[in-house]
């Protein structure tokens, strides 16, 4: 919960953390409530994002924005990662409302590392993607693995065989 008065509007979660997603892809959103006090209406300005990468992110299903909430009542909003860029990123949801001398809620928005040895959208940290496809293989003859050997990692499993 956010806000220090409870005479005042609440965010609720107050931050969200999103899962690996690749580039170009979007996550699943995460829904926000925002909670109206019970004792009195307030009127939600438009929800912006900020910080340091806001562009990373995406506002979806806004029911909140631009509309007056009941007292004690509740609107939602979505957010989603929609990663342009690699890594880390981070941001804020700002949600202005009438009320607390205009001091906008917010939540926090995280993204943690997105591995660059992914294979098929499954993340694999670059010493555990060396090790994999490097070093095992190069054990086989030729540079090939030998065929039948497994390869087995935390989440990832694969048999390497011969070709035909």
Same mark, same amino acid.
């Given at each position: 919960?956010?806000?220090?008065?409870?005479?005042?509007?609440?965010?609720?979660?107050?931050?969200?953390?999103?899962?690996?997603?690749?580039?170009?892809?979007?996550?699943?959103?995460?829904?926000?409530?925002?909670?109206?006090?019970? +004792?009195?209406?307030?009127?939600?300005?438009?929800?912006?994002?900020?910080?340091?990468?806001?562009?990373?992110?995406?506002?979806?299903?806004?029911?909140?924005?631009?509309?007056?909430?009941?007292? +004690?009542?509740?609107?939602?909003?979505?957010?989603?990662?929609?990663?342009?860029?690699?890594?880390?990123?981070?941001?804020?949801?700002?949600?202005?409302?009438?009320?607390?001398?205009?001091?906008?809620?917010?939540?926090?928005?995280?993204?943690?590392?997105?591995?660059?040895?992914?294979? +098929?959208?499954?993340?694999?940290?670059?010493?555990?993607?060396?090790?994999?496809?490097?070093?095992?293989?190069?054990?086989?003859? +030729?540079?090939?693995?030998?065929?039948?050997?497994?390869?087995?990692?935390?989440?990832?499993?694969?048999?390497?065989?011969?070709?035909?």
């Amino acid at each position: 919960m956010q806000a220090g008065n409870a005479a005042y509007a609440t965010a609720e979660p107050d931050s969200l953390t999103f899962p690996n997603t690749s580039n170009g892809h979007t996550s699943p959103p995460q829904t926000v409530t925002v909670l109206a006090p019970s +004792n009195q209406s307030v009127t939600i300005s438009t929800i912006t994002l900020s910080g340091d990468d806001p562009s990373e992110f995406e506002i979806e299903n806004d029911q909140c924005s631009n509309q007056t909430v009941a007292a +004690n009542g509740s609107c939602t909003f979505q957010v989603a990662y929609a990663p342009t860029a690699c890594c880390v990123a981070d941001a804020t949801a700002q949600i202005p409302y009438s009320g607390d001398g205009d001091i906008p809620l917010t939540v926090s928005l995280a993204y943690q590392e997105n591995y660059p040895g992914a294979l +098929n959208g499954v993340a694999m940290p670059d010493d555990l993607h060396a090790w994999a496809f490097g070093s095992a293989i190069q054990n086989g003859s +030729n540079g090939d693995a030998d065929p039948g050997t497994i390869l087995a990692l935390p989440g990832l499993a694969a048999v390497l065989g011969a070709e035909d």
